[in-house]
Nanobody, 121 residues
Framework: VQLQASGGGLVQPGGSLSLSCVGS????????IAWFRQAPGKEREFVAG????????WDSNSVKGRFTISRDNAKRTVYLQMDRLKTEDTAVYYC???????????????WGQGTLVTVSS
């Protein structure tokens, strides 16, 4: 499966942004999808994940209550709605596909190219 992330940009603290991850191929619906992010000088970290049916999600404590992940399999798209953004949310955001419900990036097989989110006043 191939993934393409989009929707990044510049937003002020407290603002909102929505990211999209579009998958190609009929196998898209066979994978759990997760969002990761990597800030400058830091390791890639897990943000949120959603199972292949879209009825179960899991997320990191740093974004809990602010970010919402969802998916539309008919559109082969996973969304990340980001609200109440903070400066520390600034990073390149990647979507990834994997067979298991996990938070470790090494367990995800396919990756999108990343989209930059900058939170700044």
């Amino acid at each position: 499966v191939q993934l393409q992330a989009s929707g990044g940009g510049l937003v002020q603290p407290g603002g909102s942004l929505s990211l999209s991850c579009v998958g190609s191929g009929r196998t898209f619906m066979s994978y759990n999808i997760a969002w990761f992010r990597q800030a400058p000088g830091k390791e890639r970290e897990f943000v949120a994940g959603i199972n292949l049916r879209g009825d179960s999600t899991w997320d990191s404590n740093s974004v809990k209550g602010r970010f919402t992940i969802s998916r539309d399999n008919a559109k082969r798209t996973v969304y990340l709605q980001m609200d109440r953004l903070k400066t520390e949310d600034t990073a390149v955001y990647y979507c990834a596909a994997g067979p298991v419900r996990e938070t470790a990036s090494a367990l995800y097989d396919y990756w999108g190219q990343g989209t930059l989110v900058t939170v700044s006043s």
